[in-house]
């Protein structure tokens, strides 16, 4: 892909729709992150990927569940950005290192409710959402419920945006994840 075609935008250069979003993430992070100068090319993604995932953290999943289904789109999707990011957030919420290296890797995650997450996860994906009934019943079984099944859903739908958008653009890593490469 072109990086050209994918600027990395700055407040002056950005369509006039990004701009009020660039400032609140700005303002937010610290910093523009690079992934949000490149989405910025399309304001409604950008601003619907951001509303989306807000959304998804106001679910009744819990963090570290909403963080397992994140990583795993992630590592799924190959967002090199989306991994460090993600990496980041479950080491601040204090996540077990093996829980972090199984889903960067794409292995079975040794917490059972966990693991749970990412492989309804996973079987949502493959079937379109056809899930049968063993593989809900699965999920529901580690305490999740009917409403969880579909924030999997909420959540699959922000974070397919949010990676396949950073892998079309090329954004690169910003110097803030880089240790959590």
Not at 39 to 65: N, Q, R, Y
Not at 113 to 127: D, G, H, P, W
């Amino acid at each position: 892909m072109s990086a050209s075609a994918f600027p990395d935008h700055t407040l002056e250069t950005a369509p006039p729709a990004a701009r009020r979003t660039m400032e609140a993430v700005t303002k937010k992070q610290g910093h523009l992150p690079a992934a949000v100068a490149r989405l910025a090319t399309s304001p409604e993604l950008l601003d619907g990927f951001l509303k989306i995932s807000a959304i998804f953290e106001s679910t009744t999943l819990d963090p570290l569940s909403r963080e397992v289904l994140i990583l795993t789109m992630a590592t799924r999707n190959e967002c090199h950005i989306c991994v460090a990011m993600h990496t980041a957030r479950l080491t601040a919420l204090g996540a077990d290192p093996e829980l972090i290296g199984a889903l960067r890797e794409q292995r079975a995650v040794p917490d059972e409710r966990l693991e749970a997450v990412r492989q309804f996860t996973l079987s949502v994906i493959a079937r379109s959402g056809a899930v049968d009934d063993a593989t809900l019943q699965a999920f529901l079984g580690h305490g999740y419920t009917p409403r969880n099944a579909l924030e999997v859903v909420l959540g699959i739908g922000a974070y397919t945006m949010s990676t396949l958008g950073n892998r079309m653009t090329g954004a690169p890593m910003d110097p803030q994840m880089a240790a959590f490469a």
